[in-house]
């Protein structure tokens, strides 16, 4: 038996003495800005919710969004890489796992302006983003700062906010009974439009998200670990 059919092997093993395992559910999303033209910006998205909490690959969804200070908001898929058909097989979780490889390296690489993806084309052609309108992913950091009862631009703090993210996940209402909480830094702030990056788990108490509700229907999973950036518009 070569090796690497045995590690094909205990991987199989491991991954069907865990399949029925549950830990706590999480909730991931990532925002990278691309560019920004005319109060627009574009972001590449990266989305995952595991709502069980369950040990094995949960589908990891990427796509495009484009956000104004007018309160513009515009989700475009681009591509998803599925939960394996067959959970617990080694071999459908190995090309899992390479796939999703491939798309986090195509997340976090410069996009190819001459051959953007097709997914994309129809955003550029609505909104003229090209390549002189780059953004740096870290430009105007730390310039608005976030907390449930404030949202603040240098001394300006206008107004609060319940940050926005992809899926109409949002961050939950202020609870006036709640305590203070620290203030987090924008990572990113331009055109009016700030990202920031929350982290709710034992040690940390950044925004907690929600999903909306649909009629009579509360869709709130209270997913417990969050690690979401999120987007708030900043009032001119």
């Not at 040990?55 to 475009?76: N, Y």
């Amino acid at each position: 038996m070569t090796r690497a059919l045995k590690l094909l092997l205990l991987l199989g093993v491991m991954a069907a003495d865990t399949a029925g395992a549950t830990g706590p559910s999480t909730l991931e999303v990532k925002l990278s800005p691309l560019a920004a033209r005319k109060g627009a910006v574009l972001f590449r998205t990266r989305y995952t919710v595991n709502r069980e909490g369950a040990h094995r690959f949960m589908t990891v969804e990427f796509g495009w969004l484009v956000v104004d200070a007018r309160g513009g908001w515009k989700e475009v898929p681009h591509r998803t890489v599925a939960e394996p058909a067959s959970p617990g097989s080694a071999e459908e979780d190995t090309r899992a796992w390479a796939e999703l490889k491939r798309a986090d390296a195509e997340f976090k690489a410069p996009l190819d302006w001459k051959a953007p993806p097709e997914s994309l084309a129809g955003l550029l052609r609505e909104y003229g983003f090209t390549r002189k309108d780059v953004v740096a992913k870290n430009a105007g950091a730390g310039t608005v700062t976030w907390s449930p009862k404030t949202l603040c631009e240098g001394k300006r703090c206008p107004s609060p906010c319940r940050q926005r993210t992809v899926r109409e996940w949002r961050s939950e209402d202020v609870d006036e009974g709640e305590g203070p909480h620290k203030p987090i830094k924008a990572l990113f702030v331009h055109s009016g439009v700030a990202v920031f990056r929350n982290q709710y788990d034992d040690e940390h108490h950044d925004a907690f998200f929600t999903e909306p509700v649909v009629g009579e229907e509360d869709r709130n999973p209270g997913i417990e670990i969050h690690d979401v950036m999120a987007i708030c518009v900043v009032p001119r």
